[in-house]
């Protein structure tokens, strides 16, 4: 069984039992207060237990985690405060990952992947644009055409339009402001990067699943900070993580360790303006993907930022500093002292608001899955370097990672956008061979009955044919170019 993983000390040591870390926590606190430091911990504490973790970097600070910390009086001193035992400075394995591909392997995954509702809360859809999408989905799965990427989305929703008539006895009628709105929405997704997030190869999570030669959890480390510039994309991405590893990981029960362990940061981000339908989905997710060896950790300023249908399943608590400064920050303080269970020795209320950088309000599940009466706890310092690394460190570590090669090139294979192409080009084709023949029909019939219906070729007749074929071949370009106009959206 593996020994717990001390989180700090409150006059005896307060730990996390590692077979209730699959129950979920929260890391609350205000900006400056320690939260960075105390997940650092935890994630280098699941990794020398073999459990692999993903952490969201969206300071660019965490990346030091790669390399071993230096000693220093004041870490010495915690050090022994707490009374760590085993504490001794290491780096440890990490896998740099990057939506963008700049400062990890590029992540990425598929629309179908993503479906309608989260890729419509990603564009911030209405409930009737949000039932045109569905529909498109639903189109593009009838006919076995897979949906990859942004081009393929758009070749659909064109398609889906132009065949109006034909799709609303099936499916209902199709809004065409409702389609164009939805195409304006893809051009801004565009700009926020939406280009590099969707595509192959996509991630393949199993990927996310390793240890490396001496049995230490990867950590896996998502370059967050140019994503925060586009904060919807950046909580529907983490949105998709989760749900994607409740479908594809089995069910494995209590373990005496998780699985893998995620670390959200920003996490008000996930929650902000997201339809009722969704938070629905996402606390059904955090409720049942612990079966499956996985904890959740939200990581954000507030409790207040997590639903409360979500809060409820946090069992974990991890409390740094809050400031009353406003009403609402009073109200933040209170709701966060009444979710711990009393301490008769303390009195959360006030000291949360008194606690030091590097303290926090500790609240673990028992071995029953209680929770623990709170504590006024003293973080334990990280083993690793505290800050980020350079860039050739980290392009270093690029180049001998796990995945190195796997996902830097992608692919752009058939799908939607091609099939629907192809079927463009035919018709086209199609008819510009019908108006070819017709033309040098009526051609040749007229310089019959001018020549009084004599079969021999005439040089009358011979210029009508070649008439006739180089007005053919100029309909035809002419069509393939409307054609593929109207498909792409630029009709000549």
Not at 163 to 169: D, K, M, P, Q
Not at 183 to 197: A, D, H, I, P, Y
Not at 343 to 360: F, H, K, M
Not at 390 to 415: C, F, H, K, W
Request: net charge neutral.
């Amino acid at each position: 069984m593996p020994n717990p993983i001390i989180i700090g000390a409150a006059g005896e040591q307060v730990a996390l039992l590692p077979k209730m870390a699959n129950r979920h926590g929260l890391i609350a606190g205000a900006t400056g207060t320690g939260k960075t430091i105390t997940l650092q911990g935890l994630a280098e504490e699941f990794s020398r237990m073999g459990v692999p973790v993903f952490l969201s970097d969206v300071k660019g600070d965490l990346s030091g985690i790669s390399q071993s910390g230096k000693a220093h009086p004041k870490v010495q001193e915690r050090v022994d405060r707490i009374g760590l035992q085993d504490f001794s400075f290491q780096g440890f394995p990490v896998t740099f990952w990057d939506v963008f591909g700049e400062q990890g392997h590029p992540v990425r995954a598929t629309i179908t992947d993503m479906g309608p509702l989260l890729l419509s809360r990603l564009l911030n859809l209405n409930e009737t644009q949000q039932g045109v999408l569905t529909l498109v989905f639903r189109v593009a799965d009838d006919n076995g055409w897979l949906l990859l990427d942004l081009k393929d989305l758009r070749a659909m929703l064109q398609f889906v339009a132009e065949n109006a008539g034909e799709f609303r006895t099936l499916y209902g009628n199709i809004s065409a402001a409702s389609v164009g709105a939805i195409q304006r929405r893809l051009l801004v997704l565009e700009e926020q990067g939406g280009l590099k997030l969707f595509g192959e190869p996509a991630l393949n999570l199993q990927d996310m699943l390793q240890t490396d030669e001496s049995g230490l959890g990867v950590i896996n480390l998502l370059a967050s900070e140019q994503l925060m510039k586009a904060p919807l994309l950046y909580g529907t991405f983490l949105l998709w993580l989760l749900a994607e590893l409740f479908e594809t990981m089995p069910e494995v029960g209590d373990q005496e360790k998780p699985r893998l362990v995620l670390f959200f940061d920003e996490a008000h981000l996930l929650f902000d303006d997201a339809p009722e339908i969704l938070i629905d989905k996402v606390e059904q997710v955090v409720r049942l993907i612990r079966s499956k060896g996985v904890g959740v950790y939200f990581v954000t300023q507030n409790p207040m930022d997590v639903p409360d249908k979500v809060l409820g399943q946090l069992g974990n608590r991890v409390q740094h500093a809050l400031r009353a400064f406003t009403p609402r920050d009073q109200k933040a303080v209170k709701a966060a002292a009444e979710t711990f269970r009393p301490n008769p020795q303390l009195d959360t209320r006030q000291v949360i608001t008194e606690l030091g950088v590097g303290e926090a309000l500790v609240s673990t599940l028992d071995a029953k899955g209680q929770p623990t009466v709170v504590q006024r706890t003293l973080i334990r310092p990280p083993r690793s370097k505290m800050g980020p690394i350079t860039d050739a460190e980290r392009s270093q570590m690029m180049t001998n990672s796990l995945v190195a090669g796997v996902y830097d090139t992608p692919i752009d294979r058939e799908s939607a956008h091609e099939i629907l192409l192809s079927r463009a080009e035919q018709l086209a084709r199609e008819q510009h061979s019908a108006e070819v023949a017709k033309n040098q029909e009526e051609a040749l019939a007229k310089a019959r009955r001018q020549s009084g219906g004599r079969q021999r070729q005439t040089v009358t007749e011979s210029f009508f044919k070649s008439a006739a074929r180089a007005v053919g071949t100029q309909i035809g370009r002419q069509l393939i170019r409307g054609v593929l106009g109207s498909l792409f959206g630029g009709r000549r």
